[in-house]
């Protein structure tokens, strides 16, 4: 498996965990879905973003991850690229109460599952792909990213 992590011009890079981070969550992804390839993720900004979710999916704003599977066959190990918006994430973590760092994990894994096929579209569906999330990012140490935070 290897990844390649781009970031694009305007994102404040030194904000961006090592590649190496990445890695690591693709990989127990991949690992949990029983799948490899190689993974380029980019880290896009709000216009970027904007721009992206508009022409793929005619939804005109930003959004935290798209998953772009590679059309080739699985001999070629490709699995796709996902690209990210930083402010999407940052925003996201303060409002939900996550480091920054846990959210950006679930992210990279909810993107993965996407890339190898999962969908979230009926409710079935949501739960099977949610559980999988939740087991990935638990050998991480992080909560369950699903729950509500509690007030204080």
């Known amino acids: 498996m290897t ?27 991949q690992a949990a879905l029983a799948v490899e390839g190689e993974v380029c993720i ?19 704003y930003p959004t935290n991850v798209l998953s772009f599977p590679a059309d080739l066959p699985v001999e070629f190990g490709v699995m796709g690229d996902l690209a990210i918006c930083w402010d999407v994430v940052l925003r996201e973590a303060a409002e939900q109460s996550k480091t920054v760092n846990d959210h950006l994990a679930h992210m990279v894994v909810h993107g993965v599952l996407h ?5 979230h579209l009926e409710d079935e569906q949501a739960e099977a792909m949610e559980q999988i999330e939740r087991d990935v990012l638990a050998q991480f140490d992080i909560a369950d990213p699903y729950l509500t935070p509690k007030g204080d």
Do not use: C, H, M
């Open 3 to 29: 990844i390649e992590l781009i970031v694009a011009d305007g994102v404040p890079s030194e904000d961006i965990p090592e590649e190496s981070l990445f890695a690591r969550w693709v990989t127990i992804a």
């Open 42 to 60: 980019q880290i896009v900004s709000s216009n970027e973003s904007q721009a992206l979710n508009r022409d793929y999916r005619s939804k005109d």
């Open 115 to 119: 890339l190898a096929g999962l969908d």
